[in-house]
């Protein structure tokens, strides 16, 4: 099985700060990685797959790079509305997520 | 526009059994896969399930494995999600999701999520 994981747990920051989380597989995806946003009580929306394509209506300020093993998925200029928690997931074999990053308020 | 509405949740038993359904609306519901996804309270996301666009293959995850079947009705654009020999570890909040293509693709569109807890 693949395992994902997530750094940090959680992350503080500030409305116009950039942040970057990473995400690590346990073997090669190549690209096979997406990223999504949950904010509480609500499903999981899909930011970006294939590891750097951002899905339609997703805001610019959101980027994902990486192959192999090792992915980031940074945003640029925090808003209020980004405070969420944020997952990764590889769609290679079978699927498997991260344990999600929960992004604050600092 | 894609909608996915779940129901069937609820309180059940250990040992008991659950059919969950999610209607599927907007969008050629044979053309793709369909998946459930899970959330326990406070935790993270666990695929469970996933099934073809014609229902021919289906996967799940090895714990669900032999106690949960995944199928569709194509007629009625539903998905369906049949728990059996439920366990407190179960308990979660269950997702069904629209693949965006066949054959492991990530999920674009989710529904509201519906509730199930086992428990005596």
């Known amino acids: 099985d693949i395992q994902m994981t997530q750094s940090p747990s959680t992350l503080s920051a500030s409305v116009g700060d950039t942040v970057a989380i990473t995400c690590r597989a346990s073997?090669?995806?190549?690209?096979?990685l997406a990223w999504y946003q949950q904010k509480p009580g609500k499903a999981p929306t899909l930011l970006i797959y294939?590891?750097?394509t951002l899905e339609s209506g997703v805001p610019s300020r959101f980027s994902g790079g990486g192959s192999g093993t090792d992915f980031t998925l940074t945003i640029s200029s925090l808003q209020p509305d980004d405070f969420a928690t944020y997952y990764c997931?590889?769609?290679?074999?079978?699927?498997?997520f991260g344990q999600g990053t929960k992004l604050e308020i600092k | 526009e894609v909608q996915l509405l779940e129901s069937g949740g609820g309180f059940i038993q250990p040992g008991g059994s659950l059919r969950l359904s999610c209607a599927a609306s907007?969008?050629?519901?044979?053309?793709?896969?369909m998946t459930w996804v899970r959330q326990a309270p406070g935790k993270g996301l666990e695929w469970v399930s996933a099934?073809?666009?014609?229902?021919?293959?289906?996967y799940y995850a090895d714990s669900v494995k032999g106690r949960f079947t995944i199928s569709r009705d194509t007629s009625k654009n539903t998905l369906f999600l049949q728990m059996n020999s439920l366990r407190a570890e179960d308990t979660a909040v269950y997702f069904c999701?629209?693949?965006?293509?066949?054959?492991?693709?990530?999920?674009?569109?989710w529904g509201q999520g519906t509730l199930v807890t086992v428990s005596s």
């Open positions: 999701a629209k693949e965006q293509e066949e054959d492991w693709n990530p999920f674009d569109h």
């Open positions: 907007g969008f050629t519901f044979t053309n793709y896969a």
């Open positions: 099934i073809s666009g014609g229902g021919d293959h289906t």
């Open positions: 073997q090669n995806i190549d690209t096979w």
């Open positions: 294939d590891a750097s």
């Open positions: 997931q590889q769609y290679t074999t079978y699927y498997t």
